[in-house]
């Protein structure tokens, strides 16, 4: 297969029209989960496919204001990467529009129609509200007579690829995904400056940087969200940073494999921000780990299995269980002990409210929390004795998961995601898990303590980084070194068209 091409095998064809492709119009890419110009099987199938017709090629957005609960924090974090993709495509010369309709498919439908289009290409999330997106404008595209295609840009290997069913757990995925390893995780190659546009008088609007900056201040935008999760300003936004750091990150990978949950010692890549908003390509950083001669091999077999193996895990149990936020959504073994136990005393019982304000009895509980609100991100080991503890101190595990997923969501930067609902999942129902000792309240479900913690790391030093934005602060400098310095390298430019590495001074 030429190192150009999209395997057939990462697309679907969601309509097929019975004409073929006779209209001169424009291919649309429909942008969703992937806000990204390089590195983007979708974009790179939908150009081919203009290229190969000789039409122009559009980009369209549709920015779901407080998509799935997210508030300012999130929606600032996203439009920073707008900002930087819209800057990216101009110069590639291909025209690319944001709307901000309840609607989309419709309107999507509508703006086919206006441009002449009869060609859509769009990108793969497993998630129920975006799979019903999807399947609205299917209907429009079989009236419309539109051929429209899926691909799968987020995934190494494309999830119905990996498996027909919902997998297990690790064990179980994790072969599947290394059998298909060396056929998917290739070489991406980088988009063209595009030869054909529309003609003057087709009505697309390409949208400006103002209009993109207008949408953080926007009062019937902004007036949507949730002010009080304020944005975050140790983590910059969009696909230019969020590369360089990936690449300076994976050359390195310090210590990964002994160190990664250890929350005290700052070693993780904070890329999950990156990855769910689609502003880098898992599949580039793993194909950049694997094939280094300078990384430490447990560590990185310790990276590709925390980027590949449980991301990818993820995905799966959110595209063939559309119960993932659900307590049906937990294994049979998990809904049964968790039920055995639901009227067990619990020593302590905390409101939504007394969560969210850190206003427990436990310390190290209260400045995760902390950390959350104030930075958007928690370590992941601390992620799971945050969601643990949520178990223990509600009313009943329904009630936990609805807490855990509402603080997640609403603070995390990287919430609203397939890792989010599946991490939850495991910590509350033992979902890819298995039993462990039967307890109190948790029953067979794995327990996590205060004490354990305490035995693993230095939990003071945690609550003193933790329970303020400083340690997140020096992060980003330390992040900022690492984008410096991969600027100076080849990996970080060989990415960009001839177009942007001249813009970029090149």
């Given at each position: 297969m030429p190192q150009s091409s999209v395997s057939p095998d990462r697309i679907r064809v969601l309509n097929q029209p019975a004409t073929g492709l006779t209209s001169p119009g424009p291919v649309i890419y429909w942008m969703s989960r992937e806000i990204r110009s390089r590195d983007n099987w979708a974009l790179i199938h939908a150009q081919?496919?203009?290229?190969?017709?000789?039409?122009?090629?559009?980009?369209?957005?549709?920015?779901?204001?407080?998509?799935?609960?997210?508030?300012?924090?999130?929606?600032?974090?996203?439009?920073?990467?707008?900002?930087?993709?819209?800057?990216?495509?101009?110069?590639?010369?291909?025209?690319?529009?944001?709307?901000?309709?309840?609607?989309?498919?419709?309107?999507?439908?509508?703006?086919?129609?206006?441009?002449?289009?009869?060609?859509?290409?769009?990108?793969?999330?497993?998630?129920?509200?975006?799979?019903?997106?999807?399947?609205?404008f299917t209907k429009h595209a079989k009236r419309l007579d539109i051929r429209f295609e899926l691909v799968d840009a987020h995934n190494v290997v494309p999830c119905w690829v990996t498996s027909d069913k919902m997998e297990r757990a690790a064990v179980t995925i994790r072969p599947k995904l290394w059998h298909h390893f060396d056929e998917f995780c290739t070489k991406y190659p980088r988009l063209k400056r595009h030869a054909y546009t529309i003609s003057d008088d087709v009505h697309f609007h390409t949208v400006t940087t103002s209009e993109i900056e207008a949408l953080l201040t926007n009062d019937e935008i902004v007036g949507k969200l949730d002010k009080a999760v304020e944005p975050i300003d140790w983590l910059t936004p969009g696909e230019d940073a969020g590369l360089q750091l990936a690449l300076g990150y994976v050359k390195n990978l310090p210590n990964y494999s002994t160190q990664r949950n250890n929350p005290t010692n700052p070693i993780q890549s904070d890329l999950s921000p990156y990855f769910h908003y689609g502003f880098v390509s898992p599949q580039r950083v793993i194909y950049d780990a694997y094939n280094?001669?300078?990384?430490?091999?447990?560590?990185?077999?310790?990276?590709?299995e925390q980027c590949m193996i449980r991301r990818e895990l993820a995905d799966n149990f959110c595209y063939y269980n559309d119960n993932y936020d659900k307590f049906e959504g937990f294994p049979d073994w998990g809904q049964h002990t968790l039920r055995e136990h639901a009227k067990d005393d619990r020593e302590y019982l905390y409101s939504l409210e007394q969560l969210e304000n850190a206003d427990t009895h436990d310390r190290l509980w209260n400045a995760t929390q902390r950390q959350m609100v104030e930075t958007g991100k928690i370590h992941g080991y601390m992620r799971m004795y945050w969601c643990k503890k949520i178990l223990e101190w509600t009313k009943s595990p329904e009630e936990a998961l609805e807490f855990s997923i509402y603080?997640?969501?609403?603070?995390?930067?990287?919430?609203?995601?397939?890792?989010?609902?599946?991490?939850?999942?495991?910590?509350?129902?033992?979902?890819?898990?298995?039993?462990f000792g039967e307890r109190n309240v948790y029953g067979v479900i794995?327990?996590?303590?205060?004490?354990?913690?305490?035995?693993?790391?230095?939990?003071?030093?945690?609550?003193?980084?933790?329970?303020?934005v400083e340690g997140h602060r020096a992060g980003k400098m330390w992040a900022a070194a690492i984008q410096q310095s991969v600027g100076e390298q080849e990996g970080f430019w060989e990415s960009l068209s001839e177009e942007e590495r001249r813009l970029k001074g090149r």
């Open positions: 081919n496919v203009a290229l190969r017709s000789k039409r122009p090629l559009l980009v369209v957005y549709n920015l779901a204001v407080g998509y799935l609960g997210g508030g300012l924090r999130q929606h600032a974090f996203k439009v920073g990467g707008l900002k930087v993709v819209a800057a990216n495509l101009s110069q590639l010369n291909i025209p690319f529009a944001i709307e901000t309709s309840p609607k989309f498919p419709a309107l999507l439908a509508d703006i086919t129609e206006r441009v002449g289009c009869k060609y859509v290409v769009t990108d793969f999330t497993p998630l129920r509200l975006n799979k019903e997106w999807v399947a609205a280094s001669t300078d990384i430490n091999e447990e560590d990185r077999d310790e990276f590709i603080l997640n969501d609403k603070y995390e930067l990287d919430g609203r995601d397939p890792n989010g609902y599946v991490g939850i999942a495991w910590c509350i129902g033992g979902r890819h898990d298995r039993p794995r327990y996590m303590s205060y004490n354990g913690c305490r035995g693993k790391f230095d939990i003071n030093k945690y609550m003193k980084m933790a329970g303020s």
